[in-house]
Structures are given as structure tokens and as C-alpha cells.
DNA sequence: TCTGTTTGTCAATACTTGCGCACACATGTT
DNA sequence: AACATGTGTGCGCAAGTATTGACAAACAGA
């Protein structure tokens, strides 16, 4: 199968700590991987250091080297192919509001696109 | 950590298989576990079983059982929890879309509150 | 400059989890 | 009874996670 960027993102979203960290950021504009540590008493940097290296590969943040401190922020593009699978498998409760999204947003930017699928 | 059903559902999410399940039974009304086995020729009813096992634990489909049959759809709410997760990061790039998507499928029920987070 | 400290990652190691398969079992059909 | 449909169980293998120890980079102070 393909090593699409949804395999990435997906997983990257899969873990629980991950899924915080992105909170965290996400609440602040920028916030260093020692800081990100201090919130979590159970955690060492190292584990830390290797969520952000998760997430960094698969497009959920970006990293700003400032000294020797490394800023984390949230980027926002890659939520766009989660909305997109959302999309391709709830299109039928979803076609509506859809529509109406398209009406308030940019109309042409509406991947229903096929996630990866494994050919029988 | 309280496992809340937002680890359910990106666990489940976080296979490409399962995702391409979700996808194949997404375009159509419903499918028998064989007819979904059967368009993986890499798997045997059994995998294909323990993940449909896992999607139905994640509330993302729902089983309808005929006879020896057992038919499998989609079930539309659960992406609220993704949605929620998503707002609380992404709010700025997402608030239109998640509003409505919360609009469709649950009225009431709008949690935009925090995800699980270890307290420091 | 030269230590010493802070920040963050890399490497190697144990531990845990998850996936897929083979087999057996339960259920329903003919 | 014989067959078809699906699932539960146990096993082997692979992948992911957290820890310890060590390392590179950058700053502060004497």
C-alpha cells in the first residue's frame, strides 16, 4: 500500500499524548519542547522529543530553531485530509451542510477525492 | 488517562485497512462482512472480522444481522469527536465546517470542550 | 577561552501493543 | 447431516512507546 500522507497524519493523531500535545500548541501560538514537557509530569523529554518528531514528519507542526530552543506551532493545511476521508465516507449526511459550507468557503476546494484502497 | 471514546475512534482510524473498510462500506448502503472480504484479497474473513469488530467498539458502524448475515453501515454521528478534536486545534481554519457538521448531526450536543489532557 | 549549564535529540534496550493467520466453534440454511 | 457465514481464541511476528545514557549545540560567567 501506498505510504500516503494520511498514514502519517492518522497515526500521528492515533496516540493520546500526540492528540494533547497538538491541544497544548494548539491553545498557545508557540510553545518549546520544554515546555510541552512540563506539562506532562509522566513523560521524559525523550518521549517528548519523539511525539514532536512524529508529529513534525507528518505535517501536524512546524518547528522554528531559535538558539537552542525549538518553538512547535500548529500548522494548519493538514487537516485537510482528514476532513477529506470524513467527507468521502459521511457524504451522505454531510452533502448538505457540504453545500452550504461551499456556499460560505471557496467552492472549488472541496476534495471528495478516494482515500488509498486496497485493489481486490 | 480516561479512555474516552475519541481513543476508540482514532485507534480505529489509524489503519489504512480499516479506513479502507470504512470508505468501501461509505459507498454503498450496506455490505455483508463477506462482500467487504471479498474485495481484499489480501485478507481472510478473519482479519477482516477483528476489524470490523474494532469499527463496530469505535461506533463507527453499526450491524444489522439477517439471518446468518451480518450487514454493515455506517453510522453518521461518531465524527463528531473527530470534529471536536480538530476545532479545538485547528479553530480558525475549521469553525465553519465544524459548526456545520454539528448542526447536521447533533444539534444539542456540541462539545467543542477540552480533549483529554494530563494534568501536569 | 574554558568550564559548566541548559536545551534537545540520537542510540540502544526492554516492554507493550497490534496485526494476520490457522483452528475451532456458534449460528443459520438446504 | 452437510454446508455456508462470521466470529472467538491462541500463537508468532512486527511495530510503537518510554527509559537510560550519551551526545551536539548554544548560552552564561569567570
Not at 9 to 25: E, Q, V
Not at 100 to 114: I, S
Request: aromatic fraction near 4%.
Amino acid at each position: 500500500m501506498a505510504p500516503s500522507d494520511s498514514d502519517a497524519i492518522f497515526s500521528a493523531l492515533a496516540d493520546p499524548t500526540r492528540r494533547a500535545i497538538l491541544s497544548l500548541i494548539g491553545e498557545h501560538e508557540e510553545l518549546t519542547a520544554g515546555e510541552i514537557a512540563a506539562h506532562f509530569d509522566s513523560l521524559g523529554r525523550t518521549a517528548v522529543s519523539s511525539h514532536l518528531r512524529i508529529l513534525r514528519l507528518a505535517g501536524l507542526v512546524a518547528e522554528r530553531r531559535d538558539g537552542r530552543f525549538r518553538h512547535y506551532s500548529v500548522t494548519p493545511t493538514p487537516a485537510d485530509a482528514v476532513v477529506a476521508f470524513l467527507t468521502s465516507v459521511y457524504q451522505n449526511s454531510l452533502e448538505q451542510l457540504a453545500s452550504a459550507v461551499q456556499g460560505a468557503a471557496t467552492p472549488e476546494d472541496v476534495p471528495v477525492g478516494r482515500v488509498e484502497e486496497r485493489s481486490a
